[in-house]
C-alpha cells in the first residue's frame, strides 16, 4: 500500500489510543483498588452500556477480518461462523447469563466453588479460564499482525512484529491501570466506531449493487469461479468426511463456546443485578445479530468487487478481504476515498483489536489471581494484594500472547477463534452447567469435568493437522498429526460432559443439599447477589 | 412477611394461616396450626433448603424450565439440524428458491430470524411471569437469612 494509507491509519490509530488511554487516565483517577472495582467496574454500568460492552467484547477481529474473509473465500461455508456465533448467545441468554450473575462474584470458578470443595475446583477451572482465554488471545494478536502486513505490504516483518509487541504493551496498560472500568469503556466506543465502520461499508456494498441483494450473490458466484456452488454448503468443508466432521463439529464449538468464554462470564458482574444481566444480553443480542447480517453482505461484497484471487494474493488465510474491499469502495487504491476508507477500517480493526485482546487479559488476570492465586497460596491473600496480582498476571499474559501471537501468524483468525471456543466449550461449559443445574453434582465431578474437557481438547489440537503434518500447519516440518480433524469439539465436548457425570458417579461425597439449595434459590431468586 | 401467594414466612414459631404454609416441609416452626414449639434457630443452610421448596419458589423455577427447556430444545435441534444438513445434504440446501437465494441462504438467514424471536420471546416471558414472584423471594430469602445470623450469635 502506499504512504498515504499507512499515515491516515496510523494517525486514526493513534488518535484511538489516545482517546482510549485518556479514558484509561480518567476513570482510574478516583480509583480505590478494591477488587469489586478492578474486576467488576462497581458493579454499576447500565444494561445498555453493558450490551454495548459485551458486543464489543464479542466482536472480535476474527469476526470483523476472519469471518468476511472466510466468506470472501469460500463463500457460503463462512457463513456457518456467523450462524453459529449468534446462535450460541441463546444458550448464554437462557441458561447462564442471569444465573451466572446471580451466583458469581467475579469469575466462572465462583459459581462452581460455592456448592464444592473451593480449592480443587478453583484451581481447575482458573487453569481452564487462562487456557481458553490465552488461544482467543493468540488468535486477536495474528489478526493484528496481518492487518499490519498489509498496511506496510509484507514488507517488515519487524514492523510487523513491533507492531504485536506494541498491542500487546497497551493492552496491559489499560488492564493493569484501569481494570474493568476503564476495559468497558474502551470496548463501549470500539464497539460504536466497529458498528458504524460496518454499516457504512454494507450501505456502500447494497448501494454498488442498487440494493439488489439477488445481484451481489449472483456476481459473487460468478468472480469466485465455482458459479452456484459458491452460494451453497460444501466448499470448504465439503469433499470427504473427514472435513463434513470438521464443519459439524466448528458448529458445535462455536454454539457451545461462547457461554464458557471466560471474559464473556465476567461481563455479567459489571451490572447490579440478574435482570440488567438479561437485558445487557438482549441488547449484545441486537448488536451482534446485525453485526454478523451484515459481515455476510461484506463478504460476498468482498467475493464480488474485490474477487477472491486479489484476497487471496494479500492473505492466503482471508484475513484482509475486508480492508481490501473498503479500499475498492472508496474508490480504489489511487483515490482519496480509497485512501480514507482504507484507512478508517484499519484503524477500526485496530481498535477493536486491543479493545478485545484488553477485554481477555482483564478476565485471565482475574483467574490467575482471583482463583489461581487465591488458592495455590494457602494463607488467603487480601483484596488489595489479590488486585496487585493480578496486575502482574495482566503483564505475564500478554507477554505470552505476543510470544505465540507471533508463532501463529498465518493462521486464520476466526479459525483460531474456533479453536479456542472449542475449549471454552469442552472444559467451561460442563462444568458450569452442571454445578448450576444438577442437584447430586460433587468436587470430583466438577474437577472432572474441566480436566476431562481440557485435557482432550488441548491435545487433539496438537495432534491435529493445525499443528503438523500438512503445509499449512504451525510446524510444517514435522508430523505427529494423529488426529483428523482441526477442531476438537466433536470429540472433546461430549469428553467433557461425560467426564463430569462419571466423577460424580464415582465419588464417594454424598452430595450436599443445602449448598445445592442454596445455588438454585440464589440463582433463580438473587438473593444474596453481591 | 407472611403473604398469601406462598412465600416463605420468617417468624420461627408464629401462627400461620396461610394455605401454602403445609407445602413448606421444613424441619422448624412445623406447627401444624396452635402452639408451636420455641424451635432452635435454623442455620443459614435451612433458610435455603426451606425457600427451595416453598410453593412460590417451586412456581417461579417451573416458570423458568418450563420456558427454557423447550426453548433450548427447539434451537439446539433446529441449529443442529441446519449444520448437519449443510454437511450431509448440499444437494438439499442448493435447491434455489428465489433468484440466487437458495435453500442454504433461507435457512442461514432463518437462524438469525429465529434467534431474534426467541431472544424477545423469553426477555417478555421473565419479565412477566418471573421477575416479580423472583424479586419477592429475594428479599424474603434475604430477610430469613438476616433473622437466621441474628438468631444464632
Avoid at chain 1, 17 to 29: D, H, K, M, P
Avoid at chain 1, 288 to 301: A, N, R, S
Avoid at chain 2, 42 to 51: K, S, T
Wanted: glycine fraction near 10%; aromatic fraction near 10%; proline fraction near 4%.
Amino acid at each position: 500500500m502506499t504512504e498515504d494509507h499507512q499515515a491516515l491509519a496510523l494517525l486514526l490509530f493513534g488518535v484511538f489510543v489516545a482517546i482510549t488511554l485518556a479514558i484509561t487516565t480518567w476513570v482510574s483517577r478516583n480509583r480505590r483498588g478494591s477488587a469489586e472495582e478492578f474486576y467488576a467496574g462497581g458493579r454499576l454500568f447500565t444494561p445498555m452500556e453493558n450490551g454495548f460492552a459485551i458486543a464489543g467484547d464479542y466482536m472480535s477481529a476474527a469476526s470483523f477480518l476472519g469471518v468476511s474473509g472466510l466468506i470472501a473465500l469460500f463463500g457460503y461455508d463462512g457463513m456457518l461462523y456467523s450462524v453459529g456465533f449468534l446462535v450460541a448467545w441463546l444458550v448464554v441468554l437462557f441458561l447462564v447469563a442471569e444465573l451466572v450473575r446471580n451466583c458469581g462474584r467475579f469469575t466462572l470458578a465462583d459459581v462452581v466453588a460455592a456448592r464444592l470443595r473451593e480449592r480443587p475446583v478453583r484451581i481447575a477451572t482458573g487453569t481452564s479460564s487462562v487456557t481458553v482465554s490465552v488461544l482467543y488471545l493468540v488468535a486477536q494478536m495474528v489478526g493484528a499482525g496481518a492487518l499490519v502486513a498489509l498496511l506496510l505490504g509484507g514488507r517488515s516483518e519487524a514492523a510487523q512484529a513491533w507492531t504485536v509487541i506494541g498491542v500487546g504493551a497497551l493492552m496491559v496498560i489499560y488492564v493493569s491501570l484501569g481494570g474493568m472500568r476503564a476495559t468497558t469503556w474502551i470496548q463501549i466506543v470500539k464497539s460504536v466506531l466497529l458498528l458504524g465502520g460496518t454499516v457504512a461499508l454494507t450501505a456502500l456494498v447494497l448501494l454498488r449493487f442498487h440494493g439488489d441483494f439477488d445481484r451481489l450473490l449472483l456476481t459473487a458466484a460468478e468472480r469466485s469461479g465455482h458459479g452456484d456452488a459458491f452460494l451453497a454448503p460444501g466448499l470448504k468443508y465439503g469433499g470427504d468426511w473427514t472435513a463434513r466432521f470438521d464443519f459439524i463439529s466448528l458448529g458445535l464449538a462455536l454454539v457451545l463456546g461462547t457461554a464458557g468464554l471466560p471474559h464473556i462470564l465476567s461481563r455479567f458482574f459489571t451490572v447490579p443485578t440478574a435482570r440488567a444481566a438479561r437485558r445487557s444480553v438482549v441488547w449484545a443480542i441486537g448488536l451482534i445479530g446485525g453485526f454478523y447480517l451484515m459481515t455476510i453482505v461484506l463478504g460476498f461484497g468482498a467475493a464480488a468487487i474485490v474477487g477472491p484471487e486479489a484476497v487471496r494474493g494479500s492473505n492466503a488465510a482471508g484475513n484482509t478481504a475486508v480492508p481490501l474491499l473498503a479500499l475498492d469502495l472508496g474508490g480504489g487504491a489511487a483515490s482519496t476515498g480509497g485512501t480514507v476508507l482504507f484507512a478508517l477500517v484499519a484503524a477500526i480493526a485496530f481498535a477493536t483489536i486491543l479493545a478485545v485482546v484488553a477485554g481477555i487479559t482483564l478476565a485471565s488476570s482475574a483467574s490467575v489471581a482471583h482463583d489461581l492465586y487465591a488458592s495455590l497460596r494457602r494463607r488467603r491473600a487480601e483484596p488489595r494484594s489479590e488486585v496487585a496480582v493480578a496486575r502482574v498476571a495482566a503483564v505475564g499474559i500478554g507477554v505470552l500472547a505476543i510470544a505465540l501471537g507471533l508463532l501463529a501468524r498465518d493462521l486464520n483468525v476466526a479459525f483460531l477463534v474456533g479453536l479456542a471456543f472449542a475449549v471454552a466449550a469442552s472444559a467451561n461449559l460442563p462444568v458450569l452447567l452442571y454445578s448450576l443445574f444438577w442437584r447430586d453434582f460433587t468436587t470430583r465431578g466438577a474437577v472432572w469435568a474441566v480436566y476431562g474437557g481440557l485435557v482432550p481438547a488441548v491435545v487433539l489440537v496438537l495432534l491435529s493437522p493445525v499443528v503438523s503434518g500438512s503445509p499449512d500447519s504451525l510446524f510444517p516440518g514435522v508430523d505427529f498429526q494423529y488426529f483428523p480433524l482441526q477442531n476438537p469439539g466433536l470429540v472433546s465436548i461430549p469428553l467433557g460432559f461425560v467426564a463430569g457425570w462419571l466423577g460424580t458417579l464415582t465419588s464417594a461425597e454424598v452430595p450436599d443439599e443445602a449448598k445445592h439449595a442454596e445455588t438454585e434459590v440464589r440463582s433463580l431468586t438473587g438473593a444474596g447477589a453481591v | 412477611m407472611c403473604s398469601s401467594d406462598g412465600r416463605p414466612c420468617a417468624a420461627g414459631g408464629a401462627r400461620y394461616d396461610d394455605p401454602w404454609y403445609d407445602a413448606l416441609a421444613s424441619g422448624w416452626g412445623e406447627s401444624g396450626g396452635t402452639d408451636a414449639p420455641e424451635a432452635d434457630p435454623p442455620v443459614a443452610g435451612d433458610v435455603y433448603l426451606e425457600v427451595q421448596r416453598s410453593a412460590a419458589f417451586r412456581e417461579v423455577r417451573s416458570r423458568y424450565r418450563r420456558f427454557v427447556v423447550p426453548a433450548v430444545a427447539v434451537f439446539l435441534s433446529w441449529y443442529v439440524a441446519y449444520v448437519v444438513a449443510a454437511t450431509t445434504a448440499p444437494g438439499l440446501m442448493a435447491r434455489p428458491v428465489v433468484g440466487a437465494v437458495n435453500v442454504a441462504m433461507v435457512a442461514g438467514l432463518g437462524q438469525f430470524l429465529t434467534t431474534f424471536l426467541l431472544t424477545w420471546a423469553y426477555a417478555r416471558h421473565a419479565r412477566l411471569r418471573r421477575d416479580r414472584s423472583a424479586l419477592e423471594l429475594r428479599w424474603d430469602t434475604q430477610e430469613l437469612t438476616r433473622v437466621t445470623r441474628g438468631g444464632v450469635s
